[in-house]
């Protein structure tokens, strides 16, 4: 009788679990046919020895993983428990609370970025080398040349580029390729790859440390849907070392057959689900441990098996790819650590108990105050599950690849068409700055010296030490900093991202977000540096406030006390950093986490307030604006399109205006946070508001607040510098900037405009023929949606000279009635604000004159 037959006996004798038994004899029938098939001697007895070594492995880390779900579930249902509002406390589980209240613990979000830094500052010499350039004309062409097939005008850029990674790739592999420069940047790569993987293990995770790895491959869901599928898995494993690939179930190497079959699912999984999205037939439920594993999942063969796929089957930029990993391993390594192994578990849990507190609260109430709580206490929960998909990306999945992406990719033209000004209203950056400064204590004045240095391209070391503080240059990374003011993250194809990026980067709009943000970072680290010479009970009171509200303690004070200062060789300027005061990452236990949390509480109290002195849209604002629809779908387009240009405002309320009203911080400190607020954005705002005018050709205009004009200036201004731009134009007429009424504001400029101009160029001319018999002027309607559309055409420092020297001269070709139509803009102006145009419409370029002051 065989091992399996035995095994079988015993479940139908109740002396074994059914499940347990079946389970056991399959493994080790699996394992007898591969040892025959090896003719290995003795295969029964190998076989037994196999599966009980799997099995004892395969109950081991499932006990590790129970172990730490109730660990998360236990800390976050007393978090939920002892506040006086349970949705909000389970809210700051997922992402920053602005209002300090909620914000003693970590979050994931926040958590992310710090984890995300500490990679990012061990490959500063990468990020330099690879990162994107300039104005971001580079990759443009880049991905002009992937998209379209042919050769562009950055061909030299590319092919040294290319050819710099690949021995960053072969030095990865572990050859010697005689590169100084290759072998630093692998250097640094694969300590912060390292450096994530044992972080990863010691909140939870269970990736093995794998010899010749490399890095991970990333898989074009287009290209290997254009294979058969048995093409591509001969492909990829005559290039992959099959002793090196573990088997996750078993923690042992591959069987053969089973590989060949995972390699299948895997192809259809890809195809079906879209890039990266790998969930192979042996992934365990929903154990996030177990599928960031899974990623690690094909070893090469050596670096140039590793390429030879990447070009045939991958996404081809190898920067993008390290990237890429170390974004989704410092989001995964958060949710771990915060939500155990299995979240989607955690987040049913979170629901249970702010319910169960809810209802509680209730019933201490009595007659009409307990019907009014009554009825509040499933309010929000949408928002806790829709926080929950955003901070965790399971709502970037989509059903429908062909409109999501045409709908991304609508949404970045017009992004790059539009928010060429954008700088103008970001001036207001440094109204919330200087709230947030004086808030936690940094003198005036300190954040923008430190930005004026980072800007300026000769101080390349102030940049390299921002990067080494753990502050994430998100510009190198190719990500629109800029329209995530706005817009969020940037996303959909890579053309049209690419469009963003460099409009972002060109108009300065990317630069002042990014270095604004780095610069507030490094002076409030700064000033938590000049304060470790000091005990917890003299520390100055800001600095105390702020560590009272992030949960750190005086232990946790005195443990990053006792770590020595980082020096930067270059400035001799003197940190605490968070990844000294982390150390050595040796392995999960109690001494381990004392660390860790002590210095992500840290970072975590900069990071935040780094937010609110720069913000940008947060995954508060996304949840909120999003619906649990899966992007392509109807409804999710919708939202997508009439949200457009409208998250800064949302962000602001969400932000300064909630901190401002519900914070804790003392009376005086609280007015001082509205003045601020009120005359710092007015002030700024009207002064953008200004420059915007000007660079459209027209006067600047009275700021005295006794006329009616100068009175409309500053509320226009102060709606500017709040965020509420498109809307503060009203406050001129009944037309923004875009040309659009108000309706057609709060639809977007894509329900509300772009849907409309085009329905004029096409149904409305085609209208006009059956009806007319001829077309009144379709060439105006084409130039109107042409410049629309057109990339970078709102660029502040060239928008007047195109519009004078390119679309005017258009319309003089195309409209008889040119001259009235240039007239009219003319005498709106005058009649809405007694504006006048220094360089009126079809006036040429360069103007007669300069701007009247």
């Given amino acids: 009788m065989s091992a399996a037959d035995c095994i079988r006996k015993k479940a139908a004798a109740g002396k074994v ?50 172990l730490r779900q109730m660990k998360a579930q236990a800390a976050i249902r007393a978090r939920i428990e002892a506040s006086d509002d ?29 984890i995300r830094g500490q990679a990012h500052a061990r490959m500063a010499d990468m990020i330099e080398k690879f990162g994107s350039k300039a104005a971001g004309l580079p990759d443009l062409a880049i991905a002009l040349e992937k998209s379209i097939g042919a050769d562009v005008i950055m061909q030299g850029y590319k092919g040294k580029r290319k050819v ?196 509680a609260a209730a019933l201490e109430k009595i007659g009409k105050e307990r019907v009014q709580a009554s009825a509040r206490v499933g309010v929000g929960d949408w928002h806790l599950k829709n926080l929950y998909e955003t901070v965790t990306h399971a709502n970037l999945k989509t059903s429908n690849p062909f409109w999501s992406n045409f709908g991304e990719a609508n949404r970045n033209i017009l992004v790059s068409a539009r928010l060429g000004g954008a700088i103008f209203s970001a001036l207001a950056d440094r109204a919330f700055s200087r709230i947030t400064e004086n808030l936690n204590g940094i003198p005036a004045g300190k954040t923008m010296g430190r930005m004026v240095k980072l800007f300026n391209p000769a101080r390349k070391e102030d940049r390299q030490q921002a990067a080494q503080l753990a502050f994430v240059n998100e510009i190198a990374m190719g990500s629109a900093i800029g329209a995530a003011r706005q817009v969020g993250e940037i996303i959909g194809p890579e053309v049209s991202r690419r469009f963003a990026d460099t409009v972002m980067r060109m108009s300065f709009l990317s630069p002042w977000t990014n270095w604004g943000s780095t610069a507030f970072g490094m002076e409030f680290l700064g000033l938590v540096t000049s304060q470790v010479g000091k005990g917890f009970g003299d520390l100055i009171p800001p600095v105390k406030r702020a560590f009272e509200d992030y949960g750190i303690s005086k232990s946790d004070w005195d443990l ?62 996304s949840a909120a604006t999003t619906p649990r629809s899966p992007p392509g779908s109807l409804l999710r387009e919708i939202a997508e399109n009439g949200m457009l240009f409208k998250a800064f405002p949302i962000t602001i309320i969400m932000t300064h205006l909630r901190r401002a009203v519900q914070s804790n911080i003392p009376k005086n400190e609280k007015a001082k946070y509205w003045a601020h607020l009120i005359i710092g954005t007015a002030v700024l705002g009207t002064f953008g508001t200004q420059l915007s005018e000007i660079s459209k050709g027209k006067d600047p205009l009275s700021m005295d607040p006794t006329t009616e004009e100068g009175r409309k200036i500053w509320l226009k201004g102060m709606s500017r510098g709040g965020g509420l731009g498109i809307f503060g134009d009203f406050i001129f007429s009944d037309v923004n900037r875009y040309g659009g009424g108000i309706s057609q504001t709060i639809l977007g400029p894509v329900l509300g405009t772009q849907i409309d101009k ?60 040119y001259a009235l139509s240039f007239r009219r803009i003319q005498d709106a102006a005058r009649r809405e604000m007694n504006q006048m145009y220094f360089s009126p419409p079809g006036s040429g370029f360069p103007p007669e004159r300069g701007p009247r002051f």
């Fill in 17 to 66: 679990n059914p499940d347990k038994a079946a389970r056991l004899a399959e493994l080790y029938d699996e394992q007898l046919a591969e040892l025959r098939h090896a003719n290995a001697p003795d295969p029964e007895g190998m076989a037994a020895e196999l599966t009980t070594q799997i099995y004892t492995h395969q109950v081991k880390t499932r006990k590790r993983a129970v």
């Fill in 86 to 114: 349970p949705l909000e406390a389970a809210l700051a589980v997922l992402d920053f609370d602005p209002t300090r209240r909620q914000s003693t613990e970590l979050n994931i979000t926040t958590l992310t970025q710090a």
């Fill in 164 to 359: 710099a990674m690949n021995q960053v790739v072969r030095e990865l592999h572990g050859i010697d390729t005689g590169d100084v420069d290759a072998h630093a940047v692998a250097k640094g790569a694969t300590e912060a790859m390292e450096h994530l993987r044992k972080t990863f293990n010691a909140v939870g995770g269970n990736i093995p440390k794998r010899k010749g790895w490399g890095l991970p491959q990333t898989h074009n869901r287009r290209l290997i849907a254009d294979a058969e599928k048995e093409d591509w898995v001969e492909f990829i494993l005559s290039r992959t070392d099959h002793g090196k690939m573990i088997d996750l179930e078993t923690g042992q190497p591959f069987i053969e057959t089973k590989l060949r079959r995972v390699a299948g699912d895997i192809y259809d999984d890809v195809v079906e689900n879209g890039l990266n999205r790998l969930k192979p037939s042996f992934s365990q439920g929903k154990n996030i441990a177990l599928k960031r594993t899974q990623r690690r999942f094909w070893v090469f063969k050596d670096a140039d098996s590793w390429l030879e796929y990447n070009q045939k089957f991958g996404d081809g930029d190898m920067f993008q790819t390290i990237i890429g990993h170390i974004d989704g391993m410092a989001r995964d390594t958060a949710i771990i650590k915060l939500m155990g192994p299995e979240p989607d578990g955690t987040l049913k849990m979170m629901e249970g108990v702010v319910g169960e507190r809810r209802a």
């Fill in 560 to 621: 990053m006390r006792a770590t020595g200062l980082w020096k930067d060789e270059k400035t001799g300027a003197t940190f605490l950093r968070a990844q000294d005061i982390i150390g050595a990452v040796d392995g999960e236990g109690p001494l381990f986490e004392r660390h860790f949390d002590a210095a992500m509480k840290l970072q975590t109290m900069i990071l935040t307030e780094t937010e609110m002195a720069v913000p940008k849209k947060t995954a508060r604002v």
């Fill in 758 to 817: 085009l329905t004029r160029l096409t149904a409305g001319n085609i209208q006009e023929f059956v009806e007319d018999g001829e077309m009144r002027n379709p060439g105006r309607e084409a130039l109107k949606f042409a410049r629309m559309m057109m990339p970078g055409q709102s660029l502040w420092y060239t928008t007047l000279a195109l519009e004078r020297l390119v679309f005017d001269e258009a319309q003089k070709m195309i409209d008889p009635n």
